[in-house]
Structures are given as structure tokens and as C-alpha cells.
């Protein structure tokens, strides 16, 4: 068989390799690394990996890209498995009354946070919210990522503008090199003329938002911002239980804020990931291990929010949760599009190892998106998206925080970011 492209002499070749499954415990640990590794793709897929020379049966010929990998550190193609992508504007403004110890919850009680996002998201032209989510998926892929989920959610209760900016994620997923799985998420935040009646914008969600999104095929996921003053328990499960039935997987912002029940309410009704989870209770941990729901954790967040809270990830790890990491880029609580920054922030805060932290943000990402058995790991037969790192090690990307240390991106077999020298 000919490989169209070749990594040769990879110092750290990290594969990931394994069952197509979230990880868990110990098998966090096994990252499949090979010392002098060597790639082959044929195309868009894998097709060897290993040690030292390519097997006599892979061909080469003068179409052959070949690249060198001494020096370098090469994973699987990083997954940004919780962000808010599509969006009008930005939040700025928000910084002063955060550094005065506002809440986030008390700016968007009184109509400012995600509503200020929603007004600029409604204004905004397809055009606009287009070119302004592609500097950021651009900004994504030079750190490293090659798949990213993308929420709606800055409509609301205008519908048509949770479309436009699904529309918007399905073409940039038609037309740029990341690959973009959206999720609707029209339950993000209670509009102004349901403050009193928010069952009756439930009922809408319900009955008239998630057929139609469902019909025109524009979301895999569902999600809901489950949080007091937002939905409750049991509207977040009526909105999720319903989008099951039109076919959509299952997402839930959960215990972001206050420990209201979202952990142990993701665990109950089966969602494939529970995000957030800062105030998670030790029983709601307890039943997203049982229920082998995926725990996607945003130190990024909790970071920018400034309440010194993070998720017990340790607590999650030895519970046997299986967890992941993103950025949830979104221009309020997370405005950043550095998924290596909060790798870092998964080391020197959440004290993950750095085994741990690759798991969570390749294999574990993925099937928090339900793609384990295309990505997330460098396996013949799989998708060739991976990252050349221009580091010695794993271990160096996490300690010098806060820069990009990537040198090339690959997505399906292709070079589609190489670092300006
Ligand atoms: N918490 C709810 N949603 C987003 C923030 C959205 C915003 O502030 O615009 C989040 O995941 O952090
Ligand atoms: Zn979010």
C-alpha cells in the first residue's frame, strides 16, 4: 500500500491506541507512547504506526510528503468538545463589573451576559457571525484542534437566529479544514418575555424548536443550561428527554454555578457528556461513574469567573468518571479559543497528569461526541488528523504555558496549518 504522507524519527509519538472508549482510571495513564515513531497515511486514514523503519509493504513514491520528526511530539488531532463557536460580538465591557466581584449569574439576571450576546447575535448577518467564528476556528486549528463542537444558543427565543447560526457551523463544517459537530441549545438562557412563564418557552423548545431543528438535520446534540435562574431540574429533563426522541444525543450544562442536581440528572436520563460540573455533589459523581456519563470539565471558566472553583477532577478520576477537557470558548465566561492553555490549567490546577490531560482532550473528547471509532487516537484504519508539536516532550507543552507550541496540523491526511518561522 503507497503512504501519501510519512512522520519519521518522532521522539514522542503518542497514540492513544486502545479500545475506542472513553478512558477511565488507570487506562487515563496508558497514552501508547512510542519512542522513535514512525507514521504512515494514505490519504485521509491511518494506515501504520510504529517504531523505527515502515514495513517492507508500504510504498513509497516522489508524491510522498516526508516529514521529520526528531525534536517533536506528535498526538492524535486535539477535540474541542464544548464550545459556543457562532456568536455576535464580544463581552469586554463585562470585565470592570467582574473585577468588582459581580457575579456572572447577577449580570445575566439583570439582561446583560449571555442577552447582551444574544442581541449582537441577532444583529449580526450570516456574513458576519460566518467570518467572525472562522478567525476563531482558524485561531483552533493553529493550537491544534481538528474537531470542535459548536452550540447555538444566542437566539433563544428567536428561532431564527438559533438557525442562522447552525447554518453558519454547517458551512464553515463544509467549508473549512475543522471538522464541526453542533449541538442545539436554544434552552441557554430564559428570554426576557418568559421571565415570568419560563414552562410556556419550555413548551415552545419542546413542541416547536426541536422538531424543526431536527427535521432540517442541523444538530447532533442536545444541551440545556441547567442553573438556578436559568432551567430547572425538571425542565432541562423534559427539554433533553424530548430531543431524544427526535434523535439527538444528550448534553447538559450541569452544576456550573449552584449544586443543583445536574450530575446526578445527566447520570438518570443517559446524556453522553455532563459539562461544567464545579459544584457537582459527591453522589452526582458517584452516579455519572455508574452511568458511565463523561465529565467535560472547563478550568477555563472557572478561571475567567474568577470564584476560585474548580471541578473536583481528581475526586472524578478516582470515582471512575470519565473526563474530558475544552475550552468552552463563548464570549462571557471563557473567551478563549487556547486549548493548550487549559491543558495547562488541567495540570496546574486540577493537578491532572499530563497522561491524563492528552486522554481528555483527544479519546475522550471524541466519544464525548460520539467519534471514538473515527478519531481521537493514531490507530491504522482511523482518520489521519494529528498534531506535530515542536516540543521535546508532552510534559514540555504543559509546564510553558500560555503559548502555542504547535509546528503542523494534519487533518484527513492533509497539512493544514504549518507555524510561521
Ligand atoms: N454557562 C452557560 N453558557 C456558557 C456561557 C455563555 C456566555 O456567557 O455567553 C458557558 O458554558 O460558560
Ligand atoms: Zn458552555
Known amino acids: 500500500m503507497k503512504a501519501t504522507l510519512i512522520i519519521k524519527n518522532i521522539d514522542n509519538l503518542i497514540t492513544l491506541k486502545g479500545e475506542n472508549k472513553a478512558r ?3 487506562e487515563l495513564k496508558d497514552i501508547g507512547l512510542i519512542k522513535n515513531g514512525i507514521i504512515a497515511l494514505n490519504k485521509d486514514k491511518i494506515l501504520y504506526v510504529g517504531e523505527g523503519e515502515l514495513p517492507s509493504d508500504i510504498t513509497l513514491d516522489e508524491s510522498t510528503i516526508i516529514l521529520d ?85 444566542y437566539g433563544i427565543d428567536d428561532f431564527e437566529t438559533e438557525i442562522k447560526q447552525l447554518e453558519v457551523a454547517k458551512h464553515l463544517n463544509e467549508d473549512h479544514p475543522v471538522d464541526i459537530i453542533s449541538t442545539f441549545m436554544g434552552a441557554h438562557a430564559i ?30 446534540f442536545c444541551d440545556v443550561f441547567c442553573e438556578e435562574g436559568v432551567f430547572t431540574i425538571e425542565q432541562s429533563k423534559k427539554i433533553l428527554l424530548a430531543a431524544r426522541e427526535y434523535g439527538m444525543g444528550l448534553k447538559l450544562h450541569a452544576d456550573e454555578i449552584k449544586p443543583l442536581g445536574g450530575a446526578e440528572l445527566a447520570a438518570e436520563i443517559g446524556c453522553i457528556s ?14 455519572m461513574a455508574k452511568n458511565g456519563v463523561i465529565a467535560n470539565l472547563l478550568p477555563g471558566t472557572s478561571f475567567n469567573l474568577q470564584t ?28 478563549t479559543e487556547n486549548i493548550q492553555l487549559i491543558m495547562s490549567f488541567g495540570a496546574l490546577i486540577m493537578k491532572l497528569t499530563p497522561e491524563e490531560i492528552i486522554t481528555s482532550v483527544t479519546i475522550n473528547g471524541a466519544a464525548s461526541l460520539g467519534l471514538e471509532e473515527k478519531i481521537g487516537s493514531l490507530e491504522s484504519g482511523k482518520q489521519g488528523d494529528l498534531v506535530i508539536f515542536d516540543s521535546p516532550n508532552l510534559e514540555y507543552i504543559l509546564y510553558h504555558f500560555g503559548i502555542n507550541h504547535v509546528d503542523k ?13
Open 274 to 287: 455532563a459539562d461544567h460540573l464545579i459544584a457537582a455533589s459527591d453522589n452526582g459523581i458517584k452516579e
Open 24 to 26: 477511565v482510571k488507570e
Open 308 to 335: 476560585g472553583n474548580f471541578a473536583k477532577a481528581r475526586k472524578m478520576i478516582e470515582e471512575g468518571v470519565p473526563v474530558s477537557l475544552s475550552t468552552d470558548y463563548n464570549p462571557g465566561s471563557c473567551p
Open 69 to 153: 520528526g526528531t525534536g517533536k511530539t506528535v498526538t492524535p488531532g486535539l477535540v474541542d468538545s464544548h464550545t459556543h463557536l457562532v456568536h455576535g460580538g464580544s463581552r469586554e465591557n463585562e470585565l470592570a463589573m467582574k473585577l468588582k466581584g459581580i457575579p456572572y449569574l447577577d449580570i445575566l439576571a439583570a439582561g446583560g451576559g449571555i442577552h447582551s450576546t444574544v442581541k449582537a447575535t441577532k444583529n449580526a448577518s450570516f456574513e458576519e457571525l460566518y467570518n467572525q467564528a472562522k478567525k476563531s476556528l482558524n485561531t483552533m486549528l493553529s493550537f491544534g484542534v481538528t474537531t470542535v463542537e459548536a452550540k447555538s444558543g
Open 409 to 421: 496540523v494534519v487533518k484527513k491526511g492533509e497539512i493544514v496549518y504549518t507555524k510561521e518561522k
Open 191 to 220: 428570554p426576557n418575555a418568559y421571565k415570568d412563564n419560563s414552562d410556556e418557552f419550555v413548551d415552545i423548545i419542546i413542541n416547536d424548536m426541536i422538531p424543526k431543528v431536527a427535521q432540517k438535520k442541523l444538530a447532533k
